[in-house]
């Protein structure tokens, strides 16, 4: 059973694969896989209220080719920092400063450190595998991911750059990382997804967990430029302690599909979590976005920007959601989604919502979508400016806030470098 | 570079249902000056915005060229390629772009040969034309018209016109919101391009621009259309008689033709 169309597949079938390929994991880990396998012909695909999934026809996927043997050699890692290559979820290669390693970081495939205790603890606890059919497909199929651990107190900032790529031949790939950060240290993490341009149709479900101790910062980066035969499900979920912070930075660019959410839970007084989220939807790309802030304790805040721009005949859906639960007092959550259409063709939907459940809070939201400013537009073209050029000032001058607010200046680079090519594509 | 003839005639043209013009002919030379003065709503800025190529008026008729060039055919771009400005009445904030990489990609913009101009001859020019016009060199670096006063944007509007020396001006209401040490400024930058290869089109509703930038023609615009032609002594006539007088005069003319 090397292959197998999954709306063909019983649940003994399921359950057999499983045991095939995964029969040599922890019991722990294999039980849950195996009960994900009996959940998934029972469960839905995700239903989301703007982005139909049913003509997509994810059904007719081959959900179950063994995924592609790596083909890429990495190139040497920037100076200082710890670096992950993966091809198809599998690790190519890993390279550690010396300095990093001695304090005891670890960084290396999700499947490989199975036998640690906080991997059991912690796998599966933000993102569970019974929310959807892709979660269970997930559960019972995900295949190597990264594990990042980095201990308590380590003096200087941890720099991890995860490389994630996938082949031509994929089909679908389901991978789980799983990040903790030791109280008192700092990490930044950017993660980079990309795939072969003329890769095939691919379900590319990604699942991050971070876990960052008391008094710990986790300054997360991604950016997304998958080629449009890909349809991405990309979930991220953050859990804080006490005064830890957690820092999101967004880049979206690339998918035909791509339906992806990032959720910070400050579990504990005093956690501050910050989420700017950058997109860009050019062609007949449907991009559905959600981010959402949960205040669980007092005095948590929580500050979520996105910033997109929509041309041609692209989608996009932006759901925010601050929610401040009862006794989390002194908590402060804002949000402000704004979105460019460059076309009448284009559109995109901001819907920013609160709920509120304590008293003693401040929290405010705010949410815009319109046209690119055709007076603008004039102005600059009278000035012998031609158009296209005329709207790649007005797309920069709206962006450049966000994305120079960005705290990585790597990932902010890049993030520029996208948005040029979108404008021009 | 030769003298260059904008020629405007017989124009139609129309906002959604609204016919704006209604057969306006005027030409402007190199060398010429001219002023339009109009009541409120009588479609001067349409006519500047239309003149720029501004994508929302429909042209119903009549033909405006440009040393024998059909400009209506032409995008905005293309007609400031071919040396016709325009300084808004209100000009759009522009964030992201700072005046001076703004002016820089305009400049690159307009030459023929595909060159760009060298960063240190921009400098040079920019800092010169800067000081001319009494500018704070900081406006250089801030965000185009972004958070400028009313004044500061019509100054950076000259500023522009400066530095892309432009063949045909049209300036709408450039005059407007000034006070009198900034209507000397704006003057004096008009007057600095004056010559052959430059010829403008003032629109105003003050007399006072027209102390400092002396009109050869001046022209009353009414209800779409040119009602009265003349020379500077009309706009004094009309600063003392409002356009009150120019409608009963035209009533009385329609009334014996
Ligand atoms: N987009 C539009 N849609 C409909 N009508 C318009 C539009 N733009 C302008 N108009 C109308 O066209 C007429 C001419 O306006 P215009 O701005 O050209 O006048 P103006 O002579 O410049 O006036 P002012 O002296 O107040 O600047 C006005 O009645 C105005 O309301
Ligand atoms: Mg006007």
């Known amino acids: 059973m090397s292959e197998m169309i999954l709306d063909q597949a019983s649940e003994a079938d399921l359950k057999s694969l499983v045991e095939e390929r995964f029969g040599h994991e922890p019991q722990w880990s294999l039980a849950r896989r195996q009960s994900a396998a009996e959940a998934v012909l029972n469960l839905d695909w995700p239903r989301l209220e703007r982005t139909p999934l049913k003509k997509r026809k994810l059904d007719q996927l081959h959900l179950f080719k063994a995924p592609p043997t790596p083909s890429r050699t990495a190139a040497a890692a920037p100076e200082g920092w710890a670096e992950i290559w993966l091809d198809n979820n599998q690790v190519v290669a890993v390279s550690m400063p010396e300095a990093l390693s001695l304090q005891g970081v670890r960084l290396e495939s999700l499947t490989a450190a199975l036998d640690d205790p906080d991997v059991e603890k912690h796998l599966g606890r933000l993102l569970g595998q019974d929310a959807d059919k892709i979660a269970a497909l997930s559960g019972a199929l995900w295949q190597g991911g990264v594990f990042l651990r980095v201990p308590a107190r380590i003096r200087e900032v941890v720099r991890v750059s995860i490389r994630s790529h996938a082949t031509a031949e994929a089909g679908a790939l389901f991978a789980k990382n799983l990040i903790i950060c030791g109280a008192e240290s700092h990490v930044t993490v950017t993660q980079r997804l990309a795939t072969d341009e003329g890769v095939s149709k691919t379900l590319l479900s990604e699942n991050t967990e971070i876990i960052v101790e008391d008094g710990g910062r986790v300054d997360f980066g991604a950016i997304q430029q998958c080629a449009p035969t890909v349809e991405g499900f990309i979930h991220r979920a953050g859990a804080l302690g006490h005064d830890a912070v957690l820092n999101w930075s967004i880049g979206e660019f690339g998918a035909g599909l791509v339906v992806s959410d990032h959720v910070s839970h400050l579990d504990q007084p005093g956690a501050q979590t910050s989420s700017t989220t950058v997109f860009f939807g050019a062609g007949t790309q449907h991009q559905d976005y959600s981010a959402k802030s949960y205040h669980h304790a007092p005095h948590t805040t929580s500050n979520m920007v996105a910033r997109g721009v929509m041309k041609n005949k692209a989608r996009s859906v932006f759901t925010g959601l601050t929610q401040i639960e009862a006794g989390a007092k002194g908590s402060d959550g804002r949000q402000k989604e704004q979105t460019l259409m460059l076309s009448d063709d284009a559109r995109a939907d901001a819907i920013p919502s609160l709920i509120i459940d304590e008293r003693d809070v401040y929290a405010a939201h705010a949410a815009s979508a319109g046209p690119v400013d055709r007076a603008a537009v004039f102005y600059l073209t009278s000035r012998g400016l031609s158009e296209p050029e005329a709207e790649r000032i007005i797309v920069h001058g709206f962006l450049a806030p966000v994305i120079d607010a960005i705290a990585l200046p790597e990932l902010r680079d890049e993030v520029w470098d996208a948005v040029e090519r979108k404008i021009r594509a | ?257």
């Open chain 2, 1 to 257: 570079m030769s003298t260059p003839v904008l020629e405007i005639s017989d124009l139609h043209m129309r906002i959604e249902e609204k016919q704006i013009l209604k057969g306006l002919t005027l030409t402007i030379k190199g060398g010429e000056i001219h002023a339009v003065m109009g009541p409120n709503g009588t479609g001067k800025t349409s006519l500047a915005q239309c003149l720029m190529g501004h994508p929302r008026y429909q042209i119903t008729g009549g033909s405006v060229r440009l040393d024998g060039e059909d400009m209506l055919t032409m995008k905005p771009d293309e007609r400031a390629r071919h040396g016709l400005f325009l300084a808004m009445q209100y000009p759009s904030e522009i964030s992201g772009v700072t005046t001076a990489n703004f002016l820089r990609a305009a400049i690159n913009a307009r030459r023929e040969d595909g060159t760009s101009i060298s960063l240190k001859a921009f400098r040079d020019q920019l800092d010169e034309v800067m000081g001319f016009l009494d500018m704070d060199p900081k406006f250089a670096n801030r965000y185009l018209n972004e958070g400028f006063s009313g004044g500061e944007k019509k100054r950076n509007e000259i500023l522009q016109m400066l530095m892309l020396k432009p063949r045909i001006a049209i300036l709408d209401e450039i005059d407007s919101g000034l006070d009198i040490d900034a209507i000397k400024v704006v003057s004096k930058g008009v007057n600095s391009l004056k010559g052959p290869d430059f010829g403008s089109l003032i629109i105003t509703h003050y007399q006072r621009i027209l102390d400092y930038v002396h009109p050869d023609f001046v022209h009353i615009m009414v209800d779409g259309t040119i009602v009265k032609s003349g020379g500077p002594e009309l706009a004094l006539e009309l600063d003392k008689k409002g356009y009150e007088w120019v409608r009963t005069e035209l009533a009385q003319s329609t009334h014996q033709a």
